[in-house]
T-cell receptor
Framework: DGGITQSPKYLFRKEGQNVTLSCEQN?????MYWYRQDPGQGLRLIYY???????QKGDIAEGYSVSREKKESFPLTVTSAQKNPTAFYLC??????????????FGPGTRLLVL | DQQVKQNSPSLSVQEGRISILNCDYT??????FLWYKKYPAEGPTFLIS?????DKNEDGRFTVFLNKSAKHLSLHIVPSQPGDSAVYFC?????????FGAGTRLTVKP
């Protein structure tokens, strides 16, 4: 059945280490998004992509990088430059045409913790 | 710069009563509004939405009201059930820009 998957569910990062969070969707959605959620705050946009091989920075892109080599996949790398990476990371996707095109659908999230 | 605000971090209601969650926005360019429900350690799930050309949208126990002049929307849940206990996020969208509120934690007491 269709949906968005994120892995791993929990991820631990050591100081100075880059880590990559996976996001895959089989909804045939064109657009994909990465958000960060911190306690007591709403979702903040890190990066988004509307088409393969193209992506745009969101509000808090510093310290993160993404790629969009395939329509189904939008991995997020948390680099060592991100000084406060501990958060809950959410991936979402959206159709750009048709009914309900305004609605983003979310994956189950990945919790990143710094050791 | 919070363009979408949910001023109540928490709300507690009795089972069977109405829950009213509120949301305010500042950007008049927003033309589509959504409510998401989120359980701990899970991704948000889409609940209900409304276009700016409407002032009400109803789906079972859930109704969203939009007051464009006041830049305010609300989610009504009636009757509230213990399973509705979760964090509810309001979101507003304009073209490719979607903004989320900080969320309201709803607790429905049996």
């Amino acid at each position: 059945d269709g949906g968005i998957t994120q892995s791993p569910k929990y991820l631990f990062r050591k100081e100075g280490q880059n880590v990559t969070l996976s996001c895959e969707q089989n909804l045939n959605h064109d657009a994909m998004y990465w958000y960060r959620q911190d306690p007591g705050q709403g979702l903040r946009l890190i990066y988004y992509s509307q088409i393969v091989n193209d992506f745009q920075k969101g509000d808090i892109a510093e310290g993160y990088s993404v790629s969009r080599e395939k329509k189904e996949s939008f991995p997020l790398t948390v680099t060592s430059a991100q000084k406060n990476p501990t958060a809950f990371y959410l991936c979402a996707s959206r159709a750009l045409q048709g009914l309900a095109q305004e609605t983003q659908y979310f994956g189950p999230g990945t919790r990143l913790l710094v050791l | 710069d919070q363009q979408v605000k949910q001023n109540s971090p928490s709300l507690s209601v009795q089972e069977g009563r109405i829950s009213i969650l509120n949301c305010d926005y500042t950007n008049s360019m927003f033309d589509y509004f959504l409510w998401y429900k989120k359980y701990p350690a899970e991704g948000p799930t889409f609940l209900i939405s409304i276009s700016s050309i409407k002032d009400k949208n109803e789906d079972g126990r859930f109704t969203v009201f939009l007051n464009k002049s006041a830049k305010h929307l609300s989610l009504h849940i009636v009757p509230s059930q213990p399973g509705d206990s979760a964090v509810y996020f309001c979101a507003a969208s304009a073209l490719n820009d979607m903004r989320f509120g900080a969320g309201t934690r709803l607790t429905v007491k049996p």
